[in-house]
Nanobody, 116 residues
Framework: QVQLVESGGNLVQPGGSLTLSCAAS????????MGWYRQFPGKQRELVAE????????RYADAAKGRFTISRDNAKNTVTLQMNSLKPEDTAVYYC?????????WGQGTQVTVSS
């Protein structure tokens, strides 16, 4: 079993920045992908960004490209999402995710609100 603990969600003004962090603990398989998804009210969760453990390959949603940066520390089993130039349409609950062969884990979610 793997536990994911998120932090960093907050209220921020348009154009501002936030950093989301997620720490994983438990039985973590070395080959995995960690990332962030977000969910708007009444919608399914959608990928924001993810990064793989071995190669460090990253993948971003089109809405995140150029504004968000994902990084990870394999030694600490953490993943960070740096979000810049935030827009009101980025307002959502953001979820940390860890995937390994045959397994898929979620954090509890953290609220990001972009509003003046």
């Amino acid at each position: 079993q793997v536990q994911l603990v998120e932090s960093g969600g907050n209220l921020v003004q348009p154009g501002g920045s936030l950093t989301l962090s997620c720490a994983a603990s438990g039985r973590i398989v070395s080959l995995n992908s960690m990332g962030w998804y977000r969910q708007f009210p009444g919608k399914q969760r959608e990928l924001v960004a993810e990064v793989t453990s071995i190669s460090g390959t990253t993948r971003y949603a089109d809405a995140a490209k150029g504004r968000f940066t994902i990084s990870r520390d394999n030694a600490k089993n953490t993943v960070t999402l740096q979000m810049n130039s935030l827009k009101p349409e980025d307002t959502a609950v953001y979820y940390c995710n860890l995937q390994s062969p045959g397994e898929n884990y979620w954090g509890q979610g953290t609220q990001v609100t972009v509003s003046s």
